[in-house]
């Protein structure tokens, strides 16, 4: 044998490591219970034996095969992984002891070298024979147990080595972003923050040290010359002769608009009469029989309900919102149903009781003690009423201001001319069966009510003390207005 012959044939047991044959074993899975054949080969890790195994996987199914199930082949489920652990221990312990490497079968032949002999073992002959039969087995389980150890470690190298790369993306990318939201933070700090800036700050405890240094850092700055009572920070003087910049000015704070006071309420004037007994009635067939009434003391507006005074019913969603004009004019265009909502409005806000007058008290006031056609005399004076041509002026479109004409001795104004004013009663034909104590007169199922008054629009005779006119109830009329009244 020459001497490349001999090196070839030293060569050989390597050359047959490379080209060692795969093994398959059956594995039953710990997760879904089948048998499943597992390729095992020196050469890669564990891998199904069969693609219909693989497929069938739950655990394949979940990751998803993708387009290319050929590269699949190496995958090894979980379940199947920890199936093989046990065995892999055990292989894993037989390879530990010390195992001598299989004899080389060196030919018996004369010409060999003398060198290559002596350098073989003394019981190389011995045991050539047993190693020679469990050679690839033994060197297939031990590849196995060390590949197994092997892999595992690696395994966890790399999950220790994404879950430490998990750790400082979170403590670099965290810190940079709150610093940021410090600097675009306002001057005025959480407080002056808007909302989109508070809700970007990070979610974290309150008494959490990152939220504490976050709020204090974002905290307003105290105002110049005041000192923290938790500081005890002293400044160093400054050297003579060097000048310290001024310190920048802030911004003043604008001033806080004072919350606007709740408007006033307005109540209409009240004029306390004493009661009395007057004759009631006069020159019309309407205002027949007369008749004497004794009334008891009451209350009754200094001038019809405004314009102004009606807006606050209005605001408060007490009454239609049908008032035109300036708020010193008497509101006009309502019903007697309209007066009735204002006066339920005006008696709730105000914790008293208000009514119309009845129509005994209104003459009663009207005539102001007297028994004439008017307060002041039997006859029409300039600047006395507001009446169509009792002034003559031309008529105008609206009625005029509240105070237009003269006041009456009861301190009452506009009780003839002005604008027509509804009062309690029923309307009747006359006066026959009308109560003698001053009560509203009142008929069921009647909707006319009595006007009083007239109105600007209306001539001298309809503002006389005596007049008395009617109307529907439920039905408004730009001419008509109201006041209102009240018992002690």
């Known amino acids: ?13 390597r050359l047959a490591e490379d080209t060692l044959p795969m093994d398959s074993r059956a594995v039953a899975c710990r997760r879904c219970g089948r048998t499943v054949e597992v390729s095992l080969s020196p050469m890669r890790p564990p891998g199904f034996q069969r693609i219909e195994d693989q497929v069938e996987c739950p655990e394949v199914q979940e990751r998803g095969t ?5 590269g699949l082949l190496l995958m090894m489920c979980g379940a199947l992984e920890q199936s093989l652990d046990a065995e892999w221990e055990a292989e894993q312990s037989d390879a530990a002891v010390p195992h001598q490497p299989p ?10 070298a003398p060198e290559l002999l002596d350098a073989l073992p003394e019981s190389w002959d011995d045991d050539r024979s047993d190693h020679e039969a469990d050679a690839p087995t033994g060197w297939l389980r031990a590849w196995l147990a060390r590949s197994a150890g092997l892999r595992k470690g690696l395994i966890r190298a790399v999950v220790a080595v994404l879950i430490l790369g998990v750790v400082f993306l979170g403590g670099v990318l965290l810190p940079l972003r709150e610093i940021k939201l410090l600097i675009q933070s306002p001057p005025g700090g959480l407080a002056g923050a808007s909302s989109a800036q508070r809700e ?22 105290p105002p110049p010359g005041s000192r923290s009572p938790s500081s005890s920070f002293v400044a160093p003087r400054q050297t003579a002769g060097l000048e310290s910049a001024p310190p920048a000015s802030e911004p003043a704070a604008a001033p806080r608009a004072a919350p606007e006071p709740e408007p006033k309420l307005r109540i209409p004037e009240l004029i306390a009469i004493a009661g009395g007994s007057f004759a009631m009635g006069g020159d019309d067939e309407s205002e027949q029989p007369a008749h004497q009434v004794s009334l008891k003391p009451f209350s009754l507006g200094k001038h019809p309900v405004t314009v102004g005074e009606w807006k606050q019913c209005v605001a408060a969603a007490s009454c239609p919102d049908i008032a035109s004009g300036a708020d010193d004019r008497p509101v006009i265009n309502v019903s007697y149903d309209d007066t ?10 105000t914790g008293k009781t208000f009514r119309l007058p009845t129509e005994a008290e209104w003459e009663y006031a009207a005539r ?4 004439t056609r008017y307060w002041w005399g039997d006859r029409m004076r300039p600047g ?15 009625p005029p201001k509240i105070g237009s004409a003269q006041v009456n001795p009861f301190g009452l104004y506009d009780m003839g001319g002005g604008v027509g004013q509804w009062v309690a009663d029923n309307w009747h034909k006359n006066y026959k069966g009308a109560p003698a104590d001053g009560s509203a007169w009142l008929e069921d199922g009647s909707y006319a009510r009595v006007i009083r008054s007239g109105s600007w629009k209306n001539g001298a005779a309809d503002a006389r003390a005596g007049s008395r006119d009617r109307y529907d109830g439920r039905i ?5 207005g109201f006041r209102v009244a009240s018992s002690p």
């Open 66 to 70: 993708g387009k290319d199930q050929g």
């Open 476 to 480: 408004r009329h730009p001419t008509l």
């Open 384 to 398: 006395m009423a507001s009446c169509k041509g009792c002034n003559g002026d031309v008529e105008p479109d609206q």
């Open 200 to 221: 970007a700050l990070p979610a974290a405890p309150p008494s959490s040290p990152r939220r504490i240094l976050l709020e204090s850092a974002a905290a307003p700055a």
């Open 1 to 13: 044998m020459s001497e490349s012959s001999a090196l070839q044939w030293l060569r050989a047991p």
């Open 103 to 112: 004899p080389l079968a060196v030919p018996t032949h004369p010409r060999a």
């Open 340 to 349: 009735q909502a204002y006066l339920a409005w005006l008696s709730r806000a």
């Open 368 to 371: 102001a003690g007297q028994r």
